[in-house]
């Protein structure tokens, strides 16, 4: 084509396109407004549970690798994209007595959190997990992992996984089992008692322990001082480092009373689960009321108020560490009104 030919505006702009070239100045991501915060949604445990207990009808862990249902926030963005907040996908697993859901592992990070039931265990790299009540059980990415119940009555748990910013980065990969051969452990024992640790060296990217019993996480929340926000908050750490448990998935329990806490505003995400008491969130515009085992979410750029009704807990999963080490997280802190 000659430059005479390209004399036109429009056939310049017909020659850009062509040759897949855009004028950032046309460019919708160069003009539009930030988009709003997408809104919070609520799963009420009310409304779940009969709908998860159902899954048993359908649904046999042999035939289908896990028995899951998945928390799909209505405000999704591709079909890709079932996910709870951006970068997050929380899901509901149920295992009854005597079942097993099969070995195998993936680059993405899982963790648990028990709601229902005990007897179960989840064997993570061969470590036997004792799944109870409000209990932590991380599978950090390509840790082999298998649920297995030996108890009675259902067990069902929380899991939340980073698989929507895996999909996004095309670092998704699934491996079955059974596993050629299993990576060393330490047992969860050697860092029973606070300050000390192995002399060892650990590698690797998540923490050497894998289970977070809830009496323990529970008696340290009790004795931990108000944090910014003037809720009282601790954060579940790979002892080897201090810093979060795994990588991407930064998790925390929180305890909250009767006073509003301090107006919070992340770029991170976090899905939170209701473990004691009843209480309420203000989230952007909404205020949503909620219960033990509820499960809601707190996406990004919404600023965030808690209160509860008397005293009550909450666990969060958010992506708050990956923004942190990438350099990219914002928080803010504002002022409640009087
Ligand atoms: O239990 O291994 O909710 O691999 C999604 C994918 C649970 C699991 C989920 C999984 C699992
Ligand atoms: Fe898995």
Known sequence: MSVAKLDSNEQLRKAWKEANL???????????PPAPPDPTYLWAWDRVRPLIGRAIDVANPAAVERRVLTLVNPKTRGPEDEASVRTLAAALQILLPGEKARPHRHSMNAIRFVLEGEGAVTLVDGKPCRMEYGDLILTPGWCWHEHEHRGSGPMIWLDVLD?????WLGTAEFQPGPMPEMPATVPDE?????????????AGTHSPVFRYPYADV?????????????????RYVNPATGGAAMSIMDMHLMEIDSEETRPFRSNSNAVACVV????????????????????????QGNWITHRAFGTSRLFVTSDRDAF??????????GNNAS
Not at 193 to 200: G, Q, R, S, T, W
């Open 22 to 32: 855009v004028p950032l100045w046309e460019s919708p991501t160069a003009h539009k």
């Open 163 to 167: 698989v929507p910013l895996h999909l």
């Open 190 to 202: 050697a860092f029973a008692i606070a300050n000390v640790m192995p002399d060892i060296t650990f």
């Open 218 to 234: 529970s008696q340290a929340l009790a004795a931990a001082p108000r944090a910014r926000d003037g809720a009282r908050r601790v």
């Open 276 to 299: 004691e008491g009843s209480g309420e969130s203000r989230i952007g515009g909404e205020t949503i009321r909620w219960r033990p085992r509820d499960i809601f979410t707190l996406p």
């Open 324 to 333: 942190a080490r990438l350099g990219i997280l914002k928080d803010e802190y």
